[in-house]
């Protein structure tokens, strides 16, 4: 594999981790929150260190679809490819936390294999939106012109680097 194919795909893998919203973050945040008697995450908070502040996932991928069509500079030729692109990040979003939401409501009468169980469909599903969003923002970058290509990674590179100082700190806190 050359080094250019590798960056690019190191890029889109950066990327789907900071385009979708902390579903794994939030899927652990939302069985802590059930068994607190709390309200899940998105029904009113964000997610702590989130990178996207918002009171619910949908808000938390809009302003995330927004933050990033001003950070890579979308032009109007590259409108549809972007459209296609935010449209996953939206479904994947609700689709999620749909699966969250389902998972919550099953955690009280289900046991604990059944609970791993149910984790690992989580995890599955989210792995196969990755794989669609991947897919979506690869038409996109292929697009861009090479300008822009390497201040779309430099924007990947900078907010990676930002969630993991922040997940570091995080883990640091809890142990």
Not at 22 to 45: F, K, L, R, V, Y
Not at 52 to 61: F, H, I, P, Q, S
Not at 133 to 155: H, I, R, S, W
């Amino acid at each position: 594999m050359t080094t250019k194919m590798s960056h690019r795909l190191v890029s889109v893998a950066m990327f789907a981790l900071l385009a979708l919203p902390a579903n794994a973050a939030m899927a652990q945040s939302t069985q802590s929150a059930a068994a607190q008697g709390g309200p899940p995450p998105g029904a009113g908070s964000p997610i702590a260190g989130h990178p996207v502040t918002g009171k619910t996932a949908e808000e938390r991928v809009e302003r995330r679809i927004k933050e990033l069509h001003a950070q890579l500079h979308i032009t109007p030729a590259q409108q549809a490819q972007w459209s296609q692109f935010a449209e996953v990040m939206r479904q994947n979003a609700r689709d999620m936390d749909q699966a969250v939401m389902q998972r919550v409501q099953q955690l009280e009468t289900i046991n604990a294999v059944q609970n791993m169980q149910s984790y690992q469909q989580l995890a599955e599903e989210h792995a196969q939106h990755v794989q669609k969003l991947c897919q979506a923002f690869e038409n996109l970058y292929n697009g861009m012109p090479d300008q822009q290509k390497q201040l779309t990674d430099q924007v990947f590179r900078a907010n990676v680097e930002k969630q993991a100082q922040g997940g570091q700190s995080h883990r640091g806190r809890n142990g």
